[in-house]
């Protein structure tokens, strides 16, 4: 199951983060993103960070779409 | 920004909508949502009903649960009904109908099955559980994938003996490639699947137009996400110019995620692997290599090959032909009859992010 929430990076420790979505905390891993930072938003799947989200491209897919004539 | 209320905005949705209505060709276009969790956007916002009637959206393979083959349903309960087993899953294979039990029923018998949420969870079920050989039912595409390698190189960094993975992991890209030449279908695009698209990138998908001239959008899980991948396609027809686009650009670049290519490779060889409906596809499946062979569950634990009796099967369940998209859960004749998420008969009903499941939960 693909939860498409984006959470954010609270801490970071070692191989492990806390994230925060709303009220739900969790720890993840995030072996796979060596780059992370706090404050940034990551893709969570099954306990681990998969991607960072890219906040300039997002308001881009924003923009894009309100452009659409 | 949070990533969700923003894709949710009612005035972009409508406007959206109306540009995909004098977007779409008169003809019938057919387009395959591969990920369950498209499937379930559609049903649960009530795009599928915003949309023009002669766009037809098709469920693709895209639930793990629901392409596990029955033969390994039947092995994973073999493996349960030994007593000094415990069984890790995700939950939504608990219910998955075998040929003749279903893990739930071994649960209840013997309760040595466990619901895990993530693959890493599994090594602290090996420490506390060291009289038992504990397994995971790896099941899962590209994105599930490294979570299970990074799970096995930890327990072999750990040195756990009783830690044992049980590998069904499936690749998509290969599974499209057969579903594109089923002549039957009469695809017009596919909407690739966001989180499995983070790990394989956009160039994954290139073959697709260059070989089939059959357009690809990858898009996020949101309402505009789906509808501006939607209109994207649309626009790729009426041009007559297929190529890969990319809607989930806040997530998804052209090479996908190269540390967990890097960690896939190192556990897995890529081997051909049986897909319930589809039957077997070449190169389409992830075994553990070798070189962690001690924690393979295949390669440590024998199965008694239970003769496929096809008279203990349910042979009215339509569940192939819905994951080859041939037809919709409403054509099956148990479909919301004997067929039901609190009864399932096939494995489209059981996952959230089954075909079945999303129709009957939200039509």
Same mark, same amino acid.
């Given at each position: 199951m693909c939860l498409g929430i984006p959470m954010k990076i609270k801490s970071i420790n070692g191989k492990l983060a806390q994230v925060e979505a709303e009220q739900l905390l969790r720890t993840?891993?995030?072996?796979?993103?060596?780059?992370?930072?706090?404050?940034?938003?990551?893709i969570v799947?099954?306990?681990f960070a998969i991607e960072k989200v890219d906040p300039k491209r997002a308001e881009e897919t924003l923009r894009l779409v309100d452009e659409i004539r | 920004m949070k990533y969700v209320d923003e894709f949710r905005n009612k005035k972009l949705i409508e406007k959206l909508v109306k540009k995909i209505k004098t977007a779409t060709p008169t003809d019938k276009i057919n387009i395959m949502e591969v990920c369950g969790t498209h499937t379930q956007s559609f049903f649960r916002f009530g795009l599928d009903k915003l949309l023009p009637a002669n766009l037809k959206l098709i469920a693709g393979p895209g639930c793990p649960v629901c392409v596990s083959p029955q033969e390994y349903i039947d092995q994973?309960?073999?493996?349960?009904?030994?007593?000094?087993?415990?069984?890790?899953?995700?939950?939504?294979?608990?219910?998955?109908?075998?040929?003749? %039990?279903?893990?739930?029923?071994?649960?209840?018998?013997?309760?040595?099955?466990?619901?895990?949420?993530?693959?890493?969870? $599994?090594?602290?079920?090996a420490y506390r559980n060291p009289g038992k050989n504990v397994i995971f039912l790896a099941v899962g595409f590209e994105t599930t994938a490294p979570t299970i390698a990074l799970s096995i190189i930890q327990a072999r960094k750990e040195n756990l003996k009783n830690l044992f993975f049980f590998s069904s992991l499936k690749l998509i890209p290969p599974a499209m490639d057969y579903l594109v030449q089923?002549?039957?279908?009469?695809?017009?695009?596919?909407?690739?699947?966001?989180?499995?698209?983070?790990?394989?990138?956009?160039? $994954?998908?290139? +073959?697709?137009?260059?070989?089939?001239?059959?357009?690809?959008?990858?898009?996020? +899980?949101?309402?505009?996400?789906?509808?501006?991948?939607?209109?994207?396609?649309?626009?790729?027809?009426?041009?007559?110019?297929?190529?890969?686009?990319?809607?989930?650009?806040?997530?998804?670049?052209?090479?996908?995620?190269?540390?967990?290519?890097?960690?896939?490779?190192?556990?897995?060889?890529?081997?051909?692997? $049986?897909?319930?409906?589809?039957?077997?596809?070449?190169? %389409?499946?992830?075994?553990?290599?070798?070189? +962690?062979?001690?924690?393979?569950?295949?390669?440590?634990?024998?199965f008694c090959h239970e003769p496929r009796a096809t008279s203990h099967e349910p042979r009215k369940c339509r569940c192939g032909d819905i994951l080859k998209g041939l037809i919709s859960p409403a054509d099956c004749p148990l479909f919301s009859k004997i067929c039901r998420p609190d009864h399932p008969i096939g494995p489209c009903m059981v996952s959230h992010e089954g075909a079945c499941n999303a129709h009957y939960r939200y039509r």
């Amino acid at each position: 199951m693909c939860l498409g929430i984006p959470m954010k990076i609270k801490s970071i420790n070692g191989k492990l983060a806390q994230v925060e979505a709303e009220q739900l905390l969790r720890t993840i891993n995030i072996q796979m993103l060596p780059k992370i930072k706090i404050g940034d938003y990551v893709i969570v799947h099954a306990g681990f960070a998969i991607e960072k989200v890219d906040p300039k491209r997002a308001e881009e897919t924003l923009r894009l779409v309100d452009e659409i004539r | 920004m949070k990533y969700v209320d923003e894709f949710r905005n009612k005035k972009l949705i409508e406007k959206l909508v109306k540009k995909i209505k004098t977007a779409t060709p008169t003809d019938k276009i057919n387009i395959m949502e591969v990920c369950g969790t498209h499937t379930q956007s559609f049903f649960r916002f009530g795009l599928d009903k915003l949309l023009p009637a002669n766009l037809k959206l098709i469920a693709g393979p895209g639930c793990p649960v629901c392409v596990s083959p029955q033969e390994y349903i039947d092995q994973a309960i073999q493996l349960a009904q030994d007593e000094g087993n415990l069984i890790l899953t995700f939950g939504d294979m608990l219910r998955i109908p075998g040929t003749k %039990s279903t893990l739930e029923k071994e649960r209840a018998k013997k309760g040595n099955v466990r619901i895990i949420y993530s693959a890493l969870d $599994s090594l602290s079920f090996a420490y506390r559980n060291p009289g038992k050989n504990v397994i995971f039912l790896a099941v899962g595409f590209e994105t599930t994938a490294p979570t299970i390698a990074l799970s096995i190189i930890q327990a072999r960094k750990e040195n756990l003996k009783n830690l044992f993975f049980f590998s069904s992991l499936k690749l998509i890209p290969p599974a499209m490639d057969y579903l594109v030449q089923d002549k039957r279908l009469k695809l017009s695009g596919f909407l690739c699947p966001g989180h499995v698209s983070c790990i394989i990138g956009t160039k $994954s998908y290139a +073959f697709i137009p260059r070989r089939y001239k059959i357009g690809c959008c990858i898009a996020g +899980f949101e309402p505009l996400d789906v509808l501006e991948g939607i209109y994207f396609l649309m626009q790729q027809i009426v041009n007559h110019k297929p190529c890969v686009q990319n809607q989930y650009m806040r997530a998804v670049n052209a090479q996908g995620n190269l540390k967990a290519h890097k960690i896939i490779s190192r556990v897995f060889k890529i081997t051909d692997a $049986s897909w319930r409906g589809l039957g077997r596809i070449p190169k %389409s499946g992830l075994k553990i290599k070798n070189e +962690f062979q001690r924690f393979d569950a295949e390669k440590n634990f024998s199965f008694c090959h239970e003769p496929r009796a096809t008279s203990h099967e349910p042979r009215k369940c339509r569940c192939g032909d819905i994951l080859k998209g041939l037809i919709s859960p409403a054509d099956c004749p148990l479909f919301s009859k004997i067929c039901r998420p609190d009864h399932p008969i096939g494995p489209c009903m059981v996952s959230h992010e089954g075909a079945c499941n999303a129709h009957y939960r939200y039509r």
